[in-house]
Every structure is written in C-alpha cells, then in structure tokens.
C-alpha cells in the first residue's frame, strides 16, 4: 500500500472513530425510525405526532387517530434540543399537515435549566419547524404533572405558563393544557393514570389526552 493510501486510510479510521465518540444522543433511535420508514412506507401527509417517551409510548396512536393519518415518531427520553436535531430526520421528511407535539418534561430535572430555559428551547424548535413549514398548524400538549417529578411541579407550571404566552401570539398553532387536565378537582395529582414508574401514562391517562387533542386534529 502506498503511504499516501495508508495515510488516508488512518485519517479515515480516526473520523469514523470519532465521530461514533460524538455521536448526538439517541443517534441509533433514529437511524433505526429511517430504517422501518424504508421497509414500511410511512402515510402521506400525516397527522405527525412527535416528541419524548408520552408521544412514543402512545401505542395505539395510529389506531386511534386513524382517520386523521397519524403517523407517531416519538423519542424515548428526549429533551427539546434533541427533538430540534433531528428535525431533518423525523420531521421534515413525512411533509406532515400538522405536527402535535410533547416534548419538555424530561428538560425539567436538570438543575440548570430553568423555565426560560425551557421556554428558550421551545422557541428555537418552533422557529427552526416555521424555517420550513411556515404555515403548518401546530399543536402543543403542555407538560404533564407526573407523580415522579412533582418535585419539579413549580418548575414545570411555570414553564407552561411562558409557553402558552408565546403561543398565544403565534399564528396556526394551539397550546393543549394537559396540566390541569390530568389533577383531581382539588388540584391533587392522579397516580391511577400512570403505570408503575409513575412518569408514563397508562390507557386512562391517554384517554384524556385523546379527549383534549382530537378536536384540533385535521383530517
């Protein structure tokens, strides 16, 4: 082999290396969605559900929402930013007619993040979608009051508070506010909506979310 060939060989070696070193999280999740959309051809301009585990483990989904063509690429422990790099890959590929999205609350028990990072963050995936799909309505499910995070109860209505604000001043798009929705008349969480982890939701708790979003689901 010439030196000239070895070397770039090496060079080669050392970026493939170094990039499976720094590759962004959750990396593998979605080389493994592009995968499926290979073997199974996703629907045509869906309904496009998309976000952390409360949109991925939303089995029935599809089912459910059939008739809106609902397509459901969520992301198991996804933060707002990771959602916001993967646009290219499980966003703007399915041309969707409308996106509904969850996605913040595993942003929460990070100490450093605050609710305007959180708001922050929002605004930068919203604008980086409008980059492309200027006109495409959105909706956006609050963060929810899961058992195992009330210790971040204060941390997750405000953010929800500065979210809802931004939305109110965004055209096509709509703030679901899944909080109150999900907490007994006396305001107390319900941990018979949730499975044993006490983060993901049960049928019960996914019906609610059904009931509050369907009505702003295009067909």
């Known amino acids: ?29 979605v080389q493994v969605i592009k995968k499926y959309d290979q073997m199974y051809k996703p629907p045509v301009n869906p309904v496009l559900f ?3 585990s409360s949109i991925r483990k939303w089995d029935d989904c599809m089912q459910i929402f059939a008739k809106y063509n609902a397509l459901n690429r969520g992301i198991g422990g996804a933060v707002i930013n990771d959602i916001t790099c993967y646009l290219n890959d499980i ?26 990072t959180v708001l922050n963050r929002t605004v930068n995936l919203y604008k980086a979608i409008r980059a492309k799909l200027p006109t ?24 929800n508070a500065l979210i809802q604000k931004f939305f109110a ?25 949730f499975v044993n982890d006490m983060l993901h939701m049960n049928a019960a708790g996914y019906a609610i979310w059904r009931k509050a979003v369907e009505p702003y689901l295009l067909k």
Do not use: C
């Open 169 to 193: 001043g965004e055209a096509h798009t709509k703030f679901v506010n899944i909080y109150p929705l999900m907490l007994t008349k006396k305001g107390q969480l319900r941990p018979e909506l």
């Open 1 to 29: 082999m010439k030196k000239s060939s070895f070397v770039l060989l090496i060079l080669s070696l050392l970026t493939i290396a170094t990039f499976a070193q720094k590759k962004p999280n959750f990396w593998d999740d």
């Open 91 to 116: 966003v703007f590929p399915y041309q969707p007619k409308q996106i509904v999205l969850y996605v913040g609350e595993n942003d929460l028990p990070n100490d450093a993040v605050t609710p305007d």
């Open 50 to 52: 998309v976000g952390s």
């Open 136 to 159: 495409i309505p959105i909706v956006y499910i609050s963060i929810k009051p899961s058992p195992s995070r009330d210790k971040f109860k204060e941390k997750a209505v405000a953010s």
